[in-house]
């Protein structure tokens, strides 16, 4: 299937090491309720994600799913947090990351992953965002 170009982000962002590995954050203020950045690589079907082994998936609408392994695709380094300061909207086989509040300089960008993947790959070994490692 084909890759969606990636809406560009206006905010200056970089990745630097975290306490759940690496992660994205910002180099500059970033307002509440600005569109950040777009999670994006190859879109594939449900069944061929089962087949790619690691990470960087995020599952879409009508069975696809994105292959965002891309090192290109910078959004790929952001983790999850029980209190985020992003949130992820869809928008068919698209991804769009906004603030949800305002982000100061060297903040580190993080969305809920949800339930289930939190269930499935993070509760058993114990969750490393800032709210549970405090």
Known sequence: MKQPYPRPTKYKLSVHKSVAGFG?????????????????GK?????????????YLFQV????????GNRKNIARYIN???RPNCEATMDGDRVFISSIK???PGDELTYN???EYFDYHIKPHGCRCVKCTK
Not at 45 to 54: H, R, S
Not at 61 to 68: M, Q, V
């Open 102 to 104: 305002n982000i100061k």
């Open 43 to 55: 879109i594939v079907t449900d069944k061929e994600a089962e087949k790619i082994v690691g990470k």
């Open 24 to 40: 994205l954050f910002a180099d500059q203020s970033i307002p509440k309720k600005k569109f950040v950045i777009e999670y994006w």
């Open 61 to 68: 609408e009508n069975g696809h799913t994105i292959a965002g």
């Open 113 to 115: 992953y949800g339930k």
């Open 80 to 82: 999850h947090s029980c």
